[in-house]
Every structure is written in C-alpha cells, then in structure tokens.
C-alpha cells in the first residue's frame, strides 16, 4: 500500500512535470490524473482569483488553467508534512508573480489532504491572507 506522504511527493513531481511542459490547454492531464479520485473535491477560499469547489479531474483541469491565468509563476520553495495522519497537514511556502500585475508575493498555505485508496479525495488550502493575494492579482 502506497503511504499518502508517497503519494502526495509523487503527485507534485507529476505537477511539475506537467507545468513545466506548458501546463493547461498544452501539457495532458494523464500524469496528473491518476493521483485524484474521479470525485475529489478542491475546496479554495471565494475570495481568491481562482476561487471556489472544484470538481472532479475536470474541475481540477479548470482549476489549474485558472491558477496559470492568475500567475506568471507559483513556486512552492518549501514544504513541511506537519502530519501524515488523515488528513495530510502540509506547509507550504510559495513565491509567485501575478500574470495580471508583474507583482511578486512569497505567502504560506496551509492544506490538509485526505487520501484514500491511493488518490486524493480531498484539499483544503488556508491561505493567511487571501486579500492580499487578491489586491496583488487586480490591476
């Protein structure tokens, strides 16, 4: 059985992949598939750009055109697994630069991942400052 810290490492390796071979509308989804269960469900704060419950493999295809039109990178520089219990805690902290604005933020993230069977079924980011993050992406 696969442990869901394993599976969550080799998720974001599949992630980096796939934004470094151009992400959405050009790099395919398949890398990235097999790590989300067909129901999972993406949960980020409303007040952000990308916003809102994504859905499903097809949710998270939208969702990850939606994070590419937001930012011209998102970087996540460091990550710390606080809990690999159910769910995964994880730090993460993110340098990133608006596509809208050319302006530059370094933000930490905090999620909880539940995993099961292998795939995650659930994501809960917490961002500290979601105003912040939206000011920086609103010309």
């Known amino acids: 059985m696969t442990s869901s810290v394993e599976v969550l490492t080799r998720m974001y390796a599949a992630e980096a992949r796939y934004l470094a071979a151009g992400g959405p509308g050009v790099a395919s989804f398949d890398e990235l598939a097999p790590f989300f269960d067909e129901n999972m469900v993406l949960h980020q704060a409303e007040a952000l750009p990308y916003g809102g419950t994504w859905r499903g493999h097809a949710g998270m295809e939208r ?3 939606a994070m590419s ?19 995964l805690v994880v730090h993460t902290e993110v340098s990133a630069r608006s596509r809208a604005t050319g302006r530059h933020l370094a933000f930490p993230i905090l999620q909880t991942l539940t995993i099961h069977n292998g795939r995650i079924t ?16 609103t010309p």
């Open 122 to 137: 659930e994501v809960h980011p917490f961002y500290w400052d979601t105003a912040k993050i939206a000011a920086a992406c």
């Open 63 to 65: 969702f990850f055109a």
């Open 69 to 87: 039109r937001t930012w011209e990178s998102f970087d996540m520089v460091a990550q710390r697994i606080l809990s690999a219990g159910d769910p």
